[in-house]
């Protein structure tokens, strides 16, 4: 018999968007984003979540598009999402996620600079 990861995935998806709708109320980094709340922004990243809990896990080409638009247009967001209790919520690892711009190959990352405890490498 054989597995399909495809629906696996899509329930993945599901239980973490349903998951970030109930805790948005909570997150506290709102104005980090801009005019865009930060539960869009965090779901606009939703190609990173395997690689944002798993440090050998491939970073998708969709995530690493997103993250590099979000690097461009608003740093702060990105951190502001990662800290968020939803990422915690979602499984995110944050010492992983951090790492997904490096793994991504993307130039100006802005290595060295601090979101929380953790360091951009």
Do not use: H, W
Request: proline content about 8%.
């Amino acid at each position: 018999m054989a597995f399909s990861s495809k629906p696996c995935c899509l329930i993945v998806l599901f239980v973490f968007l349903v998951s970030f709708n109930a805790l948005v109320r909570d997150v506290g980094a709102a104005g980090e984003c801009g005019k865009t709340p930060i539960r869009s922004a965090a779901v606009s990243l939703s190609p990173c979540l395997g690689a944002a809990r798993n440090a050998g896990a491939k970073v998708p080409p969709a995530c690493c598009a997103k993250v590099g638009a979000m690097i461009r247009s608003s740093p702060r967001c990105l951190c502001a999402i990662l800290l968020s209790p939803l990422a915690k919520q979602s499984g995110i690892m944050p010492g992983v996620a951090i790492g997904i711009p490096k793994r991504c190959n993307i130039r100006n990352r802005q290595a060295g600079k601090k979101c929380g405890r953790y360091t951009v490498p």
